[in-house]
């Protein structure tokens, strides 16, 4: 087991400790779970400051980028663009002095170039004349109050700016994305359960607000939730669920609910 992998078990166990509710424990409980299953570790894409791996940690500005790249491809493009992105620059001041078609010909494969070739470079424009690239200011300011400075961002939403302080600055926030809304909503039997809709802000604000009430605030911890919750929904609690397959049948309420209340009481409900 890796050394990164480690500490992420010891992180959790050491939070179940501490733990002080009902689903604080169950999300714990379940994370340690996953861990059985999956590396931490072999499974952080975007680089950062604080990647486990040395050859990833890269300023927040490339987890910028790289955030930006990722949009609508998938894993496989999206690292061969972000690598080639980082081969060929290694600050703003480099990026800034490149154009428009020799950045979209560096991330190609991870389509819509143009277009995110453009909104690189508008972002990085505001990351040096109105941010000087200092990100540390973030972590000075109440998260709410962060998040909305940093959506000033050109080409940063809402989801982006919760990559960015939760990978990007370590703070205790969460990204829902679309495996964290399926996963969270059929682990809590929330009411759309079968279909959530990553389009509903009051699903993701509910989905969010779950977590993000109920976890310590760890920054790491975070990561290490968000982490294994999205594994489980790509390889498991997909669109169409895998519940036979599912090593989390007993803490979940869609499961207990879509088969009748014929299986074991599901351990934990809000």
């Known amino acids: 087991m890796k050394q990164s992998d480690s500490l992420a078990v010891e992180t959790v166990e050491n939070a179940i400790q501490n733990s002080s509710g009902v689903i604080e424990s169950k999300i714990l409980d379940i994370a340690r779970k996953l861990l059985d299953t ?6 952080q894409t975007y680089p950062r400051p604080s990647h486990p791996e040395v050859s990833k940690q890269k300023d927040i500005y490339f987890t910028m980028v790289a955030i930006l790249i990722s949009l609508r491809t998938t894993l496989e493009h999206e690292q061969e663009a972000v690598n080639a992105f980082l081969t060929q620059f290694s600050s703003p001041e480099d990026v800034m002095g490149s154009t428009p078609e ?22 990085t424009k505001y990351v040096i004349e109105v941010l000087d690239n200092d990100w540390e200011q973030f972590r000075e300011m109440p998260l709410d109050q962060a998040r909305e400075e940093i959506m000033k961002i050109p080409g940063v939403g809402q989801k982006s700016a919760d990559c960015l302080l939760e990978l990007g600055l370590d703070l205790p926030t969460i990204v829902i994305d679309v495996n964290m809304l399926r996963v969270v909503s059929r682990l809590f039997g929330l009411e759309w359960a079968k279909n959530p809709d990553l389009a509903s802000a009051s699903q993701l ?20 939730v968000h982490t294994m919750f999205l594994l489980h929904g790509k390889n498991i609690c997909k669109s169409t669920p895998k519940c036979d397959k599912c090593q989390l049948r007993e803490y979940c309420l869609y499961y207990k609910n879509s088969n009748g209340g014929m299986i074991q009481q599901a351990l934990f409900e809000l």
């Open 38 to 43: 999956y590396s931490y570790s072999e499974f």
């Open 102 to 123: 020799e950045i979209a010909e560096l991330i190609r494969v991870a389509g819509m170039p143009d277009k995110k070739a453009n909104a690189i470079l508008n972002a």
């Open 205 to 224: 604000a509910e989905a969010k607000k779950i977590i993000e009430d109920n976890l310590q605030k760890d920054g790491f911890l975070y990561q290490i």
